[in-house]
């Protein structure tokens, strides 16, 4: 592997694990990955951001996974892949507890 593509690797990694690592953002990720295509004001409301500019913060850092299409936000396919890892661990933790 050259140099640069393992820079580059070693980057997406970090800002990965980064966007995973709030617990705001894991369930602004499962909100749109349960609603498909949602409203800035739809995502706000419901995972009860305080306001504009936090969610714009936290939409930016999610950018590997959420992205803005014809004003709607929906997954990429790497955010339908964190989706279902977090579906996975919510079921795994459940049965934890039994």
Not at 23 to 37: C, F, N, P, T
Not at 46 to 52: A, E, L, R, T, Y
């Amino acid at each position: 592997m050259m140099e640069k593509e393992k820079t580059e690797t070693v980057n997406l990694e970090e800002e990965v694990f980064k966007a995973l690592d709030h617990q705001m953002r894991r369930d602004i990720l499962r909100y749109v990955g349960e609603a498909k295509s949602v409203s800035f004001t739809e995502i706000m409301n419901s995972v009860k951001v305080p306001d504009s500019p936090t969610l714009s913060y936290h939409l930016k850092t999610l950018s590997p996974f959420v992205e803005q299409r014809e004003g709607k936000y929906g997954l990429t396919v790497m955010g339908r892949d964190a989706y279902n890892l977090l579906l996975k661990t919510s079921s795994y933790s459940r049965l934890a507890l039994f």
